[in-house]
């Protein structure tokens, strides 16, 4: 099943506009990340915020994370036409089963589209 | 390092064959993943490794599908035998301790 869920399911913009995704999900978290995915390609890691984090930045992005309301957005600035792509929160548990490596759940994205 | 690298990047086959999707993780990263996507359920965590043992493989989709790791520069993916609604994107990814995973390009299995 899918922890987390994107919103909105699409979002289409302006060059230049700031775009925002969210995402939900419903049980504890260790870290919560966000990844692009070009169509026909491999998801690449944008960023990874913590539970104890509340907000991080890496260049045009910032990422919230408010775990009381167990959400997350994903802010870009300034979008360009090479940001167009899907956006998936995947979210990590807070119990390692074994091993060192926590398993992640993805949503289902969003699919962004910024027109030139 | 080249990345998480995977092939075929695509494969089509006919129902009832045998499938082998092959993957080789980002050196020194100790946990591999394979993951399958599709338009109707997503992105999903089919099995993953941890310094080559398997650690959860409870979204394998039934007995055709099995996996290996013999070391920790190569991982396959075995479908057999096949069918149609095992069409969809596999990806696999690497990682090393807590961080972010690094997909491969995937396969893109077409069952026909």
Partial sequence: SQQGEEDPQALSIQEGENATMNCSYKTSINNLQWYRQNSG????????????????????????????????????T????????????????????????RQLTFGSGTQLTVLP | DAGVIQSPRHEVTEMGQEVTLRCKPISGHNSLFWYRQTMMRGLELLIYFN????????????????????????????????????????????SLGDGGYTFGSGTRLTVV
């Fill in chain 1, 41 to 76: 390609r491999g998801l690449v890691h944008l960023i990874l915020i913590r539970s104890n984090e509340r907000e991080k930045h890496s260049g045009r992005l910032r990422v919230t994370l408010d775990t009381s309301k167990k959400s997350s957005s994903l802010l870009i």
């Fill in chain 1, 78 to 101: 300034a979008s360009r036409a090479a940001d167009t792509a899907s956006y998936f929160c995947a979210t990590a548990p807070p119990i390692i089963s074994s091993g060192s490596a």
């Fill in chain 2, 51 to 94: 310094n080559n043992v398997p650690i959860d493989d409870s979204g394998m989709p039934e007995d055709r599908f099995s996996a290996k790791m013999p070391n920790a520069s190569f991982s396959t993916l075995k479908i057999q035998p096949s069918e149609p609604r095992d069409s969809a994107v596999y990806f696999c990814a690497s």
